[in-house]
């Protein structure tokens, strides 16, 4: 199977801009989750995608949404950008059922660097 | 509040000897306890997680994890050290609170494998 793709890799954006990335997830799998990671404040969860419903949101301000479409490819944008939002974004995809399975296997990240 | 730490920024080994990256947990209910392991400028890699069961978890690459309940622990192991296994790792338990897919992740641990 393929893995979680992210696009695009690599971004540029000056502040006030706002920026949309992709995570396609694993054939299947129906959740996708976000993260952000900086050198400060480490992993931190962003939200979750469950068929298209925003199932749970972590503690980011409203610039961030997201959203998921029917074939569980999601997207999340940044509007207004600021200096603090460069960072690496990672998204995460898993089957969504819970349980003792569940497992997310992570994409290679887009890294955003805001000037 | 579910929480994992990692006591350690960095572990240095030298190659051929064990390796031990620490981590301790917090949880309410089932620890559903992950290790991920992350490379320059790469996304996450899964390497293992614990449900419940058999304490010693084998998982990718060689490494295995040790559940202890009364320490409340999920250290890391690999009996034999490779320079290539230099990277940063993170512990994660999963918040399985309303069924979602939220991971929280402990600080992260460099290891550092010198020839």
């Known amino acids: 199977k393929a893995g979680v793709t992210q696009t695009p890799r690599y971004l540029i954006k000056t502040r006030g801009q706002q920026v949309t990335l992709s995570c396609s997830p694993i054939s299947g799998h129906r959740s996708v989750s976000w993260y952000q990671q900086t050198p400060g404040q480490g992993l931190q969860f962003l939200f979750e995608?469950?068929?298209?419903?925003?199932?749970n949101k972590g503690n980011f301000p409203g610039r961030f949404s997201g959203r998921q479409f029917s074939n569980s490819r999601s997207e999340m944008n940044v509007s207004t950008l600021e200096l603090g939002d460069s960072a690496l974004y990672l998204c995460?995809?898993?089957?969504?059922?819970?349980?003792?399975?569940?497992?997310?296997?992570f994409g290679p990240g887009t890294r955003l660097l805001v000037l | 509040a579910q929480s994992v730490a990692q006591p350690e920024d960095q572990v240095n080994v030298a190659e051929g000897n064990p390796l031990t990256v620490k981590c301790t947990y917090s949880v309410s209910g089932n620890p559903y306890l992950f290790w991920y392991v992350q490379y320059p400028n790469r996304g996450l890699q899964f390497l293992l997680k614990?449900?419940?069961?058999?304490?010693l978890v084998k998982g990718s690459y060689g490494f295995e994890a040790e559940f202890n309940k009364s320490q409340t622990s999920f250290h890391l192991k690999k009996p034999s050290a490779l320079v290539s296994d230099s990277a940063l790792y993170f512990c994660?338990?999963?918040?399985?609170?309303?069924?979602?897919?939220?991971?929280?992740f402990g600080q992260g641990t460099t290891l550092q494998v010198k020839p």
């Open positions: 994660a338990v999963r918040d399985d609170s309303g069924n979602t897919g939220k991971l929280i």
């Open positions: 995608y469950f068929s298209e419903t925003q199932r």
């Open positions: 614990y449900i419940t069961g058999d304490n």
């Open positions: 995460a995809s898993s089957s969504g059922q819970g349980g003792a399975q569940e497992t997310q296997y």
